[in-house]
Nanobody, 124 residues
């Protein structure tokens, strides 16, 4: 499974971006999905996760109320809507897939496939 994250870019503080994650080679509809990010000089951290059906979602405290994870299984795509962006949201954002699908995880080790990342820069 190859995941492709897209939608990153440069935005001013307070602005919005929507990231997308698609897959080639396999449908994502049975996979749990997560978004992680890595800021310059920092370790990669959990952002949000969603189970296969979209019935369960979980967010890091730092993004709760500002970011929304969703999925459209018909389009084989998972989204991360990011609103009210802050300079501290600047990072490379990665999507990841968990073949189990039913549960949502914050731990990176629980994910089986990773995308290449898309860079988000929030200017102050």
């Amino acid at each position: 499974v190859q995941l492709q994250a897209s939608g990153g870019g440069l935005v001013q503080a307070g602005g919005s971006l929507r990231l997308s994650c698609t897959a080639s080679g396999r449908t994502l509809s049975s996979y749990g999905m997560g978004w992680f990010r890595q800021a310059p000089g920092k370790e990669r951290e959990f952002v949000a996760a969603i189970n296969w059906s979209g019935s369960r979602k979980y967010y890091a405290d730092s993004v709760k109320g500002r970011f929304t994870i969703s999925r459209d299984n018909a389009k084989n795509t998972v989204y991360l809507q990011m609103n009210s962006l802050k300079p501290e949201d600047t990072a490379v954002y990665y999507c990841a897939a968990d073949v189990g699908g039913s549960y949502i995880y914050t731990e990176q080790r629980m994910y089986d496939y990773w995308g290449q990342g898309t860079k988000v820069t929030v200017s102050s």
